[in-house]
């Protein structure tokens, strides 16, 4: 067993260098969420088990925390956007694998130069660095406004929805948008992904798994074979379900969708499928189709236990101070049929959504 580090570092070159000292001297690492509290920070070194930490004063031994394999290059928790967040076991391994496809895929004809603007206690944010520190991309340091990177030279970005729409992205050679759903229009230069913390980051892009990936659907289910898969729980072994070519190798993802002709559609987690009325229905879907409604700023769905109905859904809109019951009835209706119209419209200051952009859709019940 070796130690874990936890890196307390702000976004930013200091951060980059540690990340090359832990690589370089293969120290297994996790990295803490400067946004959260001191406080906070002391739940996920415990919940990562770090036995050691270092910030800008240096680095202590914690007098806890639990080693890992040799073999183990980074801890990370998972968005906890469907619940509470797990401690994921990534070997270098699959570190790697995950810089090169990336690398591989979006390169031209010289190394990226990718403009950091994720927080690195997330996969997403986290793999924009790996790239440079595992592989041959460039980091641009020193660039607040990311709508002002290529002018400085940056030619790569991964963002979030909320990024997408405040910013223009229109100078990179490419924008990866993770997250939450994407918007129905979306520029050329964008490519949507789809990955979690357990697939080492983005695994299909534009609805295409990357070079080595294999994503199927069992029983509606996607699931996935990856070399950029991770090992390991920290609370247990990696789960596993049979495929159709007979292995059972693959990991069930929770993420319901589909892959037809090698194209990957993605309907949404599992677990917040909303039964109401006896149809079914994928709050994502909804979300999308209440998102073009001028005024909305942003929306979230769930569906709430109901005596009648089995579950009325519910709509929370961030919107412009105007009410839109009328029209949010309509284009529920339209878009999808008349069981999608929520049965309750809630007006509220702000969605709960992790730190890349997904909806807590666990908190939503605090909006009551």
């Not at 990177?149 to 790569?156: K, L, R």
């Not at 029983?219 to 159709?244: A, E, I, K």
């Not at 070519?245 to 069930?252: I, N, Q």
């Not at 993605?266 to 879907?285: D, Q």
């Amino acid at each position: 067993m070796t130690s874990l580090l936890a890196l307390d570092f702000e976004l930013g070159p200091d951060l980059e260098r540690a990340l090359r000292e832990a690589v370089e001297a293969e120290e297994a690492f996790c990295v803490l969420d400067r946004r959260l509290s001191a406080r906070r920070r002391l739940d996920q070194i415990s919940q990562l088990g770090a036995t050691h930490v270092r910030d800008r004063h240096g680095r202590r031994a914690l007098g806890e925390g639990t080693g890992v394999d040799a073999e183990i290059g980074l801890v990370m928790l998972t968005s906890g956007s469907s619940g509470s967040p797990k401690a994921v076991e990534l070997t270098w391994e699959a570190l790697r694998a995950s810089a090169t496809l990336t690398q591989s895929t979006l390169r031209g004809d010289r190394p990226p130069i990718w403009l950091p603007c994720l927080p690195a206690a997330h996969i997403g944010g986290l793999a924009v660095l790996l790239r440079a520190v595992l592989s041959d991309a460039q980091i641009l340091w020193g660039v607040d406004d990311l709508g002002v990177g290529p002018s400085f030279g940056a030619t790569h970005v991964s963002v979030v929805r909320a990024q997408l729409t405040r910013h223009d992205v229109s100078g990179y050679a490419k924008v990866l948008l993770g997250g939450a759903a994407p918007p129905t229009a979306l520029p050329d230069n964008v490519l949507t992904t789809w990955g979690m913390t357990e697939t080492g980051s983005g695994i299909v892009y534009n609805a295409k798994p990357l070079p080595g990936v294999d994503v199927t659907s069992v029983d509606g289910q996607l699931c996935v074979r990856s070399p950029t898969l991770f090992r390991s729980y920290r609370s247990g072994p990696r789960p596993t379900t049979l495929g159709p070519d007979g292995r059972g190798d693959w990991f069930p993802t929770g993420d319901a969708g589909d892959v037809v002709d090698g194209k990957v559609s993605v309907r949404g987690r599992l677990g917040f499928l909303i039964n109401t009325g006896g149809e079914k229905l994928w709050p994502e879907e909804l979300e999308v189709a209440l998102a073009t409604i001028d005024g909305v700023r942003d929306v979230a769905v769930t569906g709430v236990d109901d005596p009648e109905w089995g579950q009325r859904v519910v709509a929370f809109i961030v919107g412009d101070g105007s009410r839109m019951d009328e029209t949010v009835l309509a284009v529920a209706t339209e878009r999808i049929g008349p069981w999608a119209k929520p049965k309750e419209i809630r007006y509220v200051a702000a969605i709960p959504r992790t730190g890349n952009g997904k909806i807590r859709r666990g908190d939503l019940a605090n909006l009551f």
